[in-house]
């Protein structure tokens, strides 16, 4: 060993505004939180705020279920956790495939063996009742999964009456709620869903790391039911819930400061109230969209079913994709989203998540696109996208 390498220099992140697909701005009291001090994971405290934390997430989650949890993961965690309980070798598993997410789940069913059907939309488009109940009742499925909010294209998919298409052909409905969950309302009981899940990075605002998770207790009967040991040791919930339940048999050493994020994250969601936080995301969605289209941006995704908390635009004609993005991140410190898959180079993706849904970040968003765009060489007229998102704001106030 030679000393010649140098240490590099301690952790000093730039100053960003994040308004991709997340991470979003994360709350400084989430990160004060996770600052606090460890503590063991059997440790009486720890096992308050683990109760606390699942108090908290059935709130978020809207249920009574039992087994709501957070598993140890980012979201495609959450993903693999409700795939790999529910789907035994050789299940069928319907994956309706719109986007990125949709085609992840089909990955992911594969892997654990399920004889997977594929229902396939083009990206931004979404599925109807109809198209899902011929599915269903054709390939009587053990297992439906969809993604309520789309991340990869900004499209909004109704799930209700597709859990009621499931059950009443004797399926059982997964849904992916990573970006919906804290923007968007998500009625785990009132809709009837069986297995969600979600991720903390986006419109929770904490770091990535933990994914919570819910399941009916249809789901959990399915679990006990099952024939074979799940195939994933990490994430086998009849294990987890040994830990999180009255047992507190250790199963893997709980990620201490990421539940403190999280638990500290669910409290201000909660102190804001649900219904007033998905107002607000309403709120600086039709600002941005006043905005973006003053400046003679286009939506993406048809009027009606989009996302307030992923807005993707088609970018405009002469604008260089790379070229924006980057200006907007080292210019204005801005980070937005490209597009995924087929949207690679045709879209751009903004995201108002959580505390990143303000009127500062949508005016400072446009101010700042106004300058990118201009720098292009395109035309924008003086001003137009703040002076639309502030008649919008006006409008509501
Ligand atoms: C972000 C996201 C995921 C994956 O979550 P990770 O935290 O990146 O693992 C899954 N589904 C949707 C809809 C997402 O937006």
Known sequence: ??????????????????????????????????????????????LKIMDETQTMLRQVFRT?????????????????????????????????????FGGRMA??????????????????EIFTSEEIEAAVKLHRPKVLGIVNAETSTGASQPVEDIARI???????????????????????????????????????SCPPGLAPVTFSDRAVAA??????KVQ??????????????SNRAYHHTAPINMNYGLHEALRIVLEEGLEVRFARHQRNHLALKAGLKAMGLEYSVKEGQQLPMLNAVWIPNGADDVAVRKQLLNEFGIEIGGGLGPMKGKTWRIGLMGSGSSATNVLVFLASLEKCLLDQG????????????????????
């Open 166 to 204: 499931c059950h009443e052909h004797g399926a059982l409905i997964a849904v992916d709620c990573v970006t919906s969950l804290g923007g968007q309302p998500v009625e785990v009981d009132a809709w009837q869903l069986d297995a969600v899940y979600s991720g903390t990075q986006k419109c929770l």
């Open 223 to 228: 679990i006990d039911a099952r024939k074979t």
């Open 1 to 46: 060993m030679t000393n010649s390498t140098p240490i590099p220099g301690p952790v000093a992140p730039p100053r960003r505004i994040l308004m991709g697909p997340g991470p979003s701005d994360i709350h400084p009291r989430v990160l004060l939180a996770m600052a606090a001090q460890t503590v063991g994971h059997l440790d009486p405290y720890f």
């Open 232 to 245: 994933s040791w990490y994430l086998d919930m009849q294990m987890v819930k040994d830990y999180w339940g």
């Open 378 to 397: 395109l035309k924008v007229p003086a001003g137009a996208g703040v002076g639309a998102a502030n008649a919008a704001y006006r409008a509501t106030a």
């Open 64 to 100: 009574q279920n039992k087994l709501t949890l957070a598993v140890s993961g980012t979201g495609s965690a959450g993903m693999e956790t409700v795939v790999a309980n529910l789907i035994e070798p050789g299940d069928k598993m319907i994956v309706c495939v719109n986007g990125v």
């Open 107 to 124: 990955d992911v069913a594969g892997r654990c063996g399920a004889e997977v059907i594929k229902l396939e939309r083009p990206f931004g």
